[in-house]
Each structure stands twice: as C-alpha cells, then as structure tokens.
C-alpha cells in the first residue's frame, strides 16, 4: 500500500496550492479519505475529511478556505487550498482510512506559507 502525496511548497500569504494524494494497493473507494497537518512543536490535526460517498467535513480553522475532493477512477484525492495563512504551515499527510482495519499514511508534504 502506498499513499504519495504532492504539491506542497513554498507561497505567499493570500496564496493557493493544491495538494494530491495518489493510493495504490488499496481499493480506493471503499476508504474515507482525509488530510492531516503536523506544525513543528504541535500535535499531528484533522484538516479535512471525505467519506466514500462524498460527505465532507472540515477544521473550523480552514472552512471556506480549503476544499477536499476525491476521484475514484484516478485514486486519487486532492486538497485546494486558497486564501492561505502562515498558521497553515506544516507538513500535510494523506490518510486512507476503511470501514473496518487498519488506516494508512502518506508520507507528508511540507506547505510553507511565508513573505
């Protein structure tokens, strides 16, 4: 199993960048889907989640600003994220979490948010 995500970088305040997830191994549309962010000196945090049939929900931190999405026939899930703040710099992990069993990780991707 393999979660690879991408798109992370270096922008300015006020700046967007969209993030992707590819799976592969697992059977991407039977797993929730979600975004996590680690931020040096603080705890790993929910970000964004989709569930397999589309429901989303989002840390109030981010409503309005981020969107998550999911493309099945690519296993592939993304997040959008626009209007960004220096608080939103961290390092960004894609989980793959199914019904029943175990979860899994990306390896992270580091979003930096600075003038």
């Known amino acids: 199993v393999q979660l690879v995500e991408s798109g992370g970088g270096d922008v300015q305040p006020g700046g967007s960048l969209r993030l992707s997830c590819v799976t592969s191994?697992?059977?991407?549309?039977?797993?929730?889907m979600g975004w996590y962010r680690q931020a040096p000196g603080k705890q790993r945090e929910s970000v964004a989640f989709i569930s397999i049939d589309g429901r989303t929900n989002y840390a109030e931190s981010v409503k309005g600003r981020f969107t998550i999405s999911r493309e099945n026939a690519k296993n592939t899930m993304y997040l959008q994220m626009n209007s960004l703040k220096p608080e939103d710099t961290a390092v960004y992990y894609c989980?793959?979490?199914?019904?029943?069993?175990?979860?899994?990780w990306g390896q992270g991707t580091q979003v930096t948010v600075s003038s």
């Open positions: 191994g697992i059977i991407f549309s039977n797993y929730s």
């Open positions: 989980n793959a979490r199914p019904l029943t069993g175990w979860d899994y």
